[in-house]
């Protein structure tokens, strides 16, 4: 099945350049490009992509405010990855919390362009997850107490996010705890609806902020 993907950048030699890398590969479709953060919005309400390449800093609003207005006005939103400089930002953090699924680094090779954008499009594992931890134990924002959902967690769920956080595939996790990967599956979704987040990237950012990661 073909990945849909816009970029969003405000700068045209980027864009050209990375669909170039993009449209070169199978499977991979790059069907529109924006200039701005609320162009970014309309292109993507307009073309329903799968994936968007969305830079974090842009002209009018930036690459949060239009992840945050993507995802709340689509009721099938897209995968979003943040594009970006600097991998140790706060901008990048307030993506990720605000529901990117990811970011990528500008200075990235074609390979792990294209690989992340078929991962994040796929949702089965967290992209770069030493990187995520490293963020979210810079700039999260620790809760005075547990929220609700970490008690209501079963232990298999536990362990579950646990594994999520460590970046392992659904059968990698299946591998690790002895079960099949249908299992984890709705383990993932239980921990989904509990953590009330919409990707596995959410989910990990939650639970570092609720102090459930603190011991790993």
Not at 21 to 44: F, R
Not at 106 to 126: E, F, M, Y
Not at 137 to 164: D, I, N, Q
Not at 177 to 203: C, E, F, S, W, Y
């Amino acid at each position: 099945m073909t990945i849909r993907i816009v970029l969003a950048d405000d700068e045209r030699m980027v864009r050209t350049a990375l669909r170039a890398i993009l449209t070169a590969e199978p499977g991979l479709e790059v069907v529109g490009e924006a200039a701005t953060g609320a162009e970014a919005v309309s292109v993507v309400r307009e073309l329903a992509p799968d994936v968007v390449l969305m830079d974090v800093r842009m002209p009018e609003i930036d690459g949060i405010r239009a992840t945050e207005q993507i995802l709340a006005t689509l009721p099938d939103p897209p995968r979003i990855v943040v594009v970006t400089t600097f991998e140790n930002d706060a901008y990048v953090y307030e993506a990720l919390r605000a529901g990117a699924s990811g970011f990528l680094l500008k200075r990235a090779d074609a390979d792990s362009l294209v690989q992340a954008v078929r991962l994040v499009a796929h949702s089965d594992c967290l992209l770069f997850p030493a990187a995520v931890r490293a963020l979210a134990t810079e700039y999260g924002r620790a809760k005075a107490a547990p929220p609700a959902w970490v008690a209501r967690l079963t232990g298999r769920e536990s362990e579950v996010l646990r594994f999520m956080a460590a970046g392992l595939t659904n059968a990698e996790i299946a591998g690790r705890m002895g079960v099949g990967p249908a299992t984890v599956k709705t383990h993932v979704a239980a921990v989904l609806a509990k953590t009330a987040t919409r990707d596995r990237t959410q989910a990990v950012i939650a639970a570092y902020e609720a102090g459930f990661m603190k011991d790993v």
